[in-house]
């Protein structure tokens, strides 16, 4: 028989599915690292192939979205098991269909605690606090999890989910104060995916990074505009001109962390697009933005652009 989630162990699955591939990653001072069996580089070179598989698969479901691709980060035998779930990989792959079509987005603070390296193995514990978004945008739902990953190497040298158990957090429970390298990650982490969802045409969803609010600003090259409406038709505009993306790569991120629930980011940026006429653009300038975490996730508050002239 087909299993159906409800709406709480929907969330608490989209918790261990996306969880597991949030955007903090990057070990830092507190994250212990252990190799059972095998030296310092092995582990390292573990860390590093894990750490990219993690970013092919958000890639996979925040921008391109495609379901049948999700299945090879999973083993074939992949479990994920939590409160009211109990699914296979074809399980998961229905449920990531599930999520897709239901419209939800996802935001993730997330931090490792432990990776434990033996052989073609990889285990790891994490804690996650997720904010869910319904296709509105409003928030849905906001579910903290304890959480272990078993990781497997294949034949082809890919590292893959094979078991993911789920552990709710208790309501006054906290995810620990992530490090000053943490929240940069994370900052830079929603400056990219707003990029990457602008290229992929998804402007509705890029626009849910900025407040919506009368006090969201938009500055750009000696000129100013104020309020959500007013930026998000801006922004819209700007993309009718816009025939394909190649790239928008950025340079040199600096980010000042502000504190636990703000932080800025400055980065130099080029833009590479054909526009509607058929002519070939290149952009080049800065951005710096400032960041705030809301109750529905982080958000853009201001942004500031500068262009280098006659480009």
């Not at 993306?245 to 504190?259: H, M």
């Amino acid at each position: 028989m087909k299993q159906q989630l409800s709406s709480a162990s929907l969330a608490a699955f989209i918790s261990g599915l996306i969880g597991t591939i949030g955007a903090c990653d990057r070990p830092d001072s507190d994250m212990r690292i252990e190799s059972g069996a095998g030296s310092a580089q092995v582990v390292a070179e573990v860390e590093a192939a894990v750490a990219q598989r993690i970013s092919g698969y958000i890639e996979n479901l925040t921008v391109q979205r495609d379901v049948e691709s999700a299945r090879d980060y999973f083993t074939e035998d992949a479990r994920l098991l939590g409160p009211g779930i109990d699914l296979d990989r074809s399980g998961v792959v229905e449920q990531i269909r599930a999520v897709f079509d239901a419209g939800i987005q996802v935001q993730v603070t997330r931090r490792t605690l432990e990776l434990f390296v033996h052989g073609d193995a990889a285990y790891e514990t994490a804690q996650a606090e997720d904010v869910f978004l319904s296709a509105d945008g409003t928030t849905a739902d906001t579910t903290r999890n304890n959480m272990f990953i078993r990781w497997e190497k294949g034949d082809d040298d890919k590292w893959r989910f094979a078991r993911v158990v789920l552990g709710p957090q208790a309501a006054s429970d906290q995810v620990p104060e992530l490090s000053e390298a943490q929240l940069a990650d994370t900052v830079y982490h929603h400056l990219r995916r707003h990029l990457d969802l602008m290229m992929a045409g998804e402007v509705e969803e890029a626009l849910g990074y900025f407040v919506n609010s009368p006090d969201l600003v938009y500055a750009s090259d000696g000129s100013m505009v104020i309020g959500w409406d007013a930026v998000a038709d801006l922004m819209r505009n700007a993309m009718e001109g816009i025939g394909e993306w190649i790239a928008i790569d950025l340079y040199e991120p600096q980010v000042y962390v502000l504190g636990p629930d703000a932080a800025t980011i400055s980065v130099r940026f080029e833009e590479r697009f054909v526009a509607v006429t058929g002519d070939s653009t290149t952009v080049r300038g800065n951005w710096t933005v400032v960041w705030k975490r809301f109750s529905d996730g982080w958000k853009a508050v201001q942004i500031g652009a500068a262009h280098i002239p006659g480009e």
